[in-house]
Each structure stands twice: as structure tokens, then as C-alpha cells.
């Protein structure tokens, strides 16, 4: 009995004297600068673990949550497309696991061709479309679908993995829980605004869409939920700059946070613009028909309603967005020339500038061109190009937390 005492004894003191060691040791110091999570120490049958400084880890959700943004932006271009192609109420029902598994059989096809005739869109829109024209629509919509589950997954799977292994801190712990729910929400939104394009309208004729405040509010989270991911990411990404405490340097923040306000706008005002059809009203630039300022623009009343329902009217506000936004851009990156920035910042915000002009060329062309659906689906992904560039400048000139 006391052989096997004394051997595990000198065991345990073998495997506090070997620790010892490697918290002296050049390797050590090593580590802790590569920023590693764990340090294992192991003599005979005792393993111990320290934790370390979190840079690394803190690059690795970094790095996780700009792809997810990335994720993010492709659902909201393969939104654009389902839109433009006229797909999103080709399926009429919602279920979160059923669904992923489309038509296979020709019976099946069948089955789903006839529950879309019973709605407003094929009764007054698409009475003569054969089952090949529906597939189509029906896979556009599928798949914008599939998309956001997959979305989903990038967030949630990662979360739980991420938390178990203690990467987050408190602050990161109720943001990366907040991005899960608001992912979540993304999609009940999305169901939401679909069922408003399968209504029954007795007292309207007109082509049946879905509700334009709607569009607005799914769209408006997507941006939301890609904003917050990709600023997260970039924060923890890249190191801060130090700038000096100068009026300057204040005066050009709170410059490039108006001008990124006023880039979200613009592009949330594109959703009303898509969904009352507005890019197809007055097809000429920079005058709408031959007036400055178009007869139709108070159409509505009360007058207020004109701003949300009035085609028209939406698309001169969009117009007037998009003007001021390019000349926000332009006048910031001015302003930031006559600084002494460091040489990233410049390039972010150059790309900014860049891309703003790209985008007014883009959305000139396709009003001109009466909305062709390539150039319109480049048109609604430079907008959200313009707001990524938005969001990397105004992430080079935060300020750094004491």
C-alpha cells in the first residue's frame, strides 16, 4: 500500500516541477505571444491547461463573423434576383424542415403547381405558365430559401462551439446572441412579407406584389444584421489606429458616420423603390420626363402617403438619396486629404469614393435601360457593396477604448 502512495506522489510532484519549467521557459514566453488559447503541461499521468491571452481567438471570430456577413450578402443579392425574376410567391407555404426537400417526382410537381394557382399571382399574372415556367420561379425562390437556413447554421453551430471552448467574453457572449436571434426573426420577417403577396385583394386588379413596407423591413434587418456582423468582425480584426484627440480627427468621424447613415437610407429607400415597381415610371435622367420636379409627386392624400405608396414620388427620393450620398462621399474624401491618416484608412476610404461613383453609373444605366434585370441585380449588390466600404471606414477611424 505505501509503494503505489509514494510512486503517485513523485508523480504529482514530477508534473508540478515540469509546469514549472515551461512557465519559465523561452517557449512559454513563445506562446503567449503567438497569442495561443491553451499551454499543456503533462508528467506521467497529470495534464495541466492554462489559459492565455485571447488574440488569436479574437481573429478567429473575427474571421467567422465577416464570412457570415459574407453569407449574409449573398442572401440579400439572391433576394434582389427572386425579386427581379418575379420567384418570391411561388411557394405558398412555410415549413422549416419539410421544405427543404423540393419536388422530385412529376406528381409531386403536380401537387405544388396547383396550390400556386390558387393564388392572386397566377390567377391575374401567370394564368397561361406551364409547369417548366413554374420550376424555375419555383427553384429561384427554393433557393433563396435554402440560403437563409444556411445562414443560420453559420451563426448558430459556430456560437455554441465558440462558447463552449470559452472564446467569448461577456460583451461578445450577448452579441453573438443577439445576431443569432436576429437571424431567426430574419426569417419570420421573410415569411411575413410573402404572405402579404398572397392575399386575396377583391377591390384590386393590379399585379400582385408584396407589401412595400414589408420589402423595407426584411430587407432593412438583412442590412441590419450584415452591418453588425461585418463591423464585429472588422473590429476584431484589425487593430485599431491611433489617432490624436484633435478637432480634425473628431470632425472626420462624425462625418463619416453621417455619410454611413445616409448610405443605409439610400439603400433601404431601394426597397420601396422594388417593390411598387418605381424604376419603371419615368425612365430618363436627370429630369423625370421633362420636368425637374414631376406633376405626379403629390399625387397621394393625405400627402405624406406619397413618400411610401406614390411611385413616383419614391423614386425622386431615391434619386435625391443616391445624389446626396455620392456628394457626402465626395466631400469626405476631400476632407480626408488634407489629414495625415495612415495608409489603410486612405485606401477604405478611396474604395468608398470609388464605389460610390460605380453605383450611380450602375443606377443611371438602369433606369435608362427601363430595369433590365442583369444590370438592376448589379445595381442592388453595389448597394451593399457601397455600405460594406462604409462600414470598413468607419471601422479604421474608431476610436480606440482606453
Not at 472626420?252 to 443605409?264: E, M, N, Q
Request: with cysteine.
Amino acid at each position: 500500500m505505501l509503494l503505489p502512495a509514494l510512486k503517485l506522489i513523485a508523480s504529482c510532484h514530477t508534473a508540478g516541477r515540469t509546469f514549472q519549467q515551461i512557465k519559465r521557459t523561452p517557449l512559454r514566453q513563445w506562446l503567449l505571444k503567438r497569442g495561443q488559447t491553451t499551454v499543456a503541461a503533462q508528467g506521467g499521468s497529470a495534464t495541466v491547461t492554462v489559459s492565455t491571452p485571447n488574440a488569436v481567438t479574437d481573429r478567429l471570430v473575427g474571421r467567422w463573423l465577416v464570412g457570415c456577413s459574407g453569407l449574409v450578402l449573398g442572401a440579400v443579392i439572391l433576394g434582389g434576383v427572386t425579386r427581379l425574376t418575379e420567384s418570391g410567391l411561388s411557394m405558398v407555404d412555410w415549413h422549416l424542415v419539410k421544405e427543404m426537400k423540393p419536388p422530385r417526382s412529376q406528381a409531386e410537381w403536380e401537387a405544388e403547381f396547383s396550390k400556386y394557382k390558387q393564388f392572386p399571382e397566377f390567377k391575374i399574372m401567370n394564368h397561361d405558365m406551364t409547369l417548366t415556367e413554374f420550376k424555375f420561379i419555383f427553384y429561384m425562390e427554393w433557393g433563396h430559401r435554402m440560403w437563409g437556413r444556411l445562414v443560420g447554421l453559420a451563426y448558430i453551430l459556430p456560437t455554441v462551439y465558440f462558447w463552449r471552448r470559452g472564446y467569448f467574453n461577456r460583451s461578445m457572449k450577448a452579441r453573438v446572441v443577439g445576431l443569432c436571434g436576429f437571424v431567426f426573426f430574419q426569417g419570420l420577417l421573410g415569411w411575413y412579407m410573402v404572405k402579404s403577396g398572397l392575399e386575396e385583394k377583391s377591390e384590386s386588379y393590379d399585379i400582385p406584389r408584396v407589401s412595400q413596407y414589408r420589402l423595407a423591413a426584411h430587407l432593412g434587418s438583412a442590412l441590419l444584421l450584415y452591418c453588425a456582423s461585418l463591423w464585429t468582425g472588422l473590429t476584431l480584426m484589425l487593430p485599431a489606429n491611433k489617432f490624436p484627440d484633435s478637432r480634425r480627427v473628431l470632425q472626420l468621424r462624425r462625418f463619416a458616420k453621417g455619410t454611413g447613415g445616409l448610405v443605409f437610407l439610400t439603400a433601404l429607400s431601394g426597397a420601396f423603390v422594388a417593390g411598387l415597381d418605381a424604376g419603371l415610371v419615368y425612365n430618363s435622367f436627370p429630369k423625370m420626363g421633362e420636368r425637374w420636379i414631376p406633376d405626379d409627386l403629390l399625387a397621394f392624400s393625405p400627402a405624406f402617403k406619397n413618400v411610401f405608396e406614390n411611385p413616383t414620388t419614391v423614386q425622386f427620393d431615391h434619386r435625391i438619396l443616391g445624389v446626396c450620398s455620392v456628394t457626402a462621399i465626395t466631400g469626405l474624401y476631400f476632407f480626408s486629404r488634407r489629414m495625415h491618416l495612415p495608409p489603410r484608412t486612405k485606401t477604405a476610404i478611396g474604395c468608398l469614393t470609388a464605389m460610390a461613383y460605380t453605383q450611380v453609373a450602375l443606377g443611371i444605366s438602369t433606369l435608362l435601360l427601363y430595369v433590365p434585370t442583369p444590370l438592376a441585380a448589379k445595381h442592388q449588390s453595389g448597394s451593399v457593396a457601397l455600405l460594406t466600404f462604409a462600414i470598413w471606414v468607419l471601422a479604421e477611424l474608431r476610436k480606440v477604448v482606453k
